[in-house]
Each structure stands twice: as C-alpha cells, then as structure tokens.
C-alpha cells in the first residue's frame, strides 16, 4: 500500500512539474528575481541609513556633553579665582563625570562609523551584483523572446504546430472517412450489378429476369430507330446493313 501511495505521490509531482514548466515564463522568473535583488538591496541601504542616523546622533550627543565639559571648566577656574575651592572643586567632579560619558559616545560612536562603513561597502557590492543581474537579465529575455518569435515563425512556416498538428490530423480522418464511404460505395453498386443485392429505388416485384428483359427490349428499340434513321439516307447508302439492322430484332423476337 505504501509502495503505491508513493507511486501516486511520485506521479502527480511529475505531472506537476510538467504542467508548472510548461506554464513558467523565464522572463517573468528573472524579473521577479530582480525585484527581490532590488528589495534587498533596498533593505541593505535603509540599514546603511539607520546606522548613519545613529552614528549622527551619538555625535550630537558628543557635542553637547563637550559643551558641558567646557562649562565646567571655565566655572571651576571662576571659582578658584574668587576663593571658592569647594565650588571649584564641585565643578571638577562634574566635569570629570561629564568626560566618562564622553569616553564611552565615542566608543559607541567608533562602532557605529565601522558598522555604516561595513554596510556601506556591502550596499556598493550588492548594487554591482543587481546592476550585473540586470544587464544579463535583460540579454536573456531578449534571446528568449527572439528565441520564441523564432520558434513560432517556423511552426507556422512548417507547420509543425500544436494547432496545424490537429488540423492535420482532422484533415487526415476525413480523407480516411471518404475514402471509406467511396469504397463502401463502390462494393454495394457491385453488388447490385451482380443481383446479390435489391435495387430499392425499383418499384416492388421487379426481379433480375426483368431487369434482363427490359434491358433486351431496350436494345430492340435502339436498333429499330437505328434502321429507321438509316432507311431516311439518301439512295447510295448500304440498305443491306439497314436490313440486318431491321431484321435482327425479329430473330432476337423468335428467339
């Protein structure tokens, strides 16, 4: 059972596969690969922009936190010059927290600028790759559709298509039926020259010995209006045929 099952599993995918190959447009395939390449490479440059903002950002930061550094400074040293050691000296602490904060920005800022460095230089290649992929991409369409304007051109020249194929072979059936009926045709007319069939356009009771005698008397009267018509020529002509003629039917009667 389970041998079957894989057989019937096996079959339908190749069936499948035939039927989605023989419905694939390989230049439809290669666009669609282009548009995901080009998703893609999207998705790298927003990354890329991500990081750029992030990189801009902590500088500001850095900006800031510098101004403060610089404003503690100057309000320590305002504060030595007027005697007060203890608001100096709560400047400098300030300001020394202040320059860890710097310390660990620019650390951050470091990172960020390698990493939009990195993405950058990535973005570069993959947009090298996409613009690669598309010059091919659109060589291979054109052959292809020159390929298939080829192939259909000759199909219809030598008409080896699907459809001339079935005209062809419709044309082929109906020569075949013709020559059929012809023949069929031909044996019954034999047929009915020989008696072994009934003529059914004779009237009823009409048999092959009256067929023969109507056939005799027929010969009969073609004689008699042949020695008629001879008897009408002009002295000179040969009465004894049209004799012969006259009295030929007479035997023909006696007999």
Not at 86 to 114: F, P
């Amino acid at each position: 059972m389970t041998s079957i099952t894989q057989r019937i599993t096996t079959l339908f995918r190749i069936k499948a596969n035939k039927a989605l190959d023989k419905a694939e447009d390989p230049r439809e395939v290669l666009d669609y690969s282009y548009e995901q390449q080009l998703q893609m490479l999207q998705r790298v440059r927003r990354g890329v922009a991500d990081v750029a903002t992030s990189r801009k950002r902590v500088e500001l930061q850095l900006g800031r936190l510098q101004q403060s550094s610089d404003k503690l400074q100057g309000q320590a040293e305002q504060a030595l010059a007027a005697g007060r050691e203890d608001l100096a000296r709560e400047a400098l602490t300030r300001r020394t927290a202040v320059a860890g904060q710097i310390t660990d920005l620019q650390a951050e800022h470091t990172s960020l600028k390698e990493q939009e460095d990195k993405l950058t230089l990535a973005a570069q290649r993959l947009e090298g790759k996409v613009d690669a992929f598309r010059t091919r991409k659109e060589t291979i369409k054109a052959s292809y559709t020159a390929a298939e304007a080829q192939t259909r051109i000759t199909e219809a020249v030598t008409g080896i298509g699907e459809e001339m194929g079935d005209v062809g072979l419709a044309m082929q059936r109906a020569q075949d039926k013709t020559e059929q009926l012809q023949a069929r045709a031909g044996a019954l007319d034999e047929l009915i020259a020989s008696g072994a069939l009934d003529d059914a356009t004779l009237p009823a009771g009409r048999d092959d010995i009256q067929a023969e005698l109507e056939r005799v008397t027929a010969d009969q009267d073609v004689e008699l209006e042949l020695a008629r018509m001879k008897a009408q020529l002009p002295s000179g002509s040969a009465p004894q045929a049209v004799e012969a003629g006259a009295r030929r039917p007479e035997r023909e009667e006696k007999s």
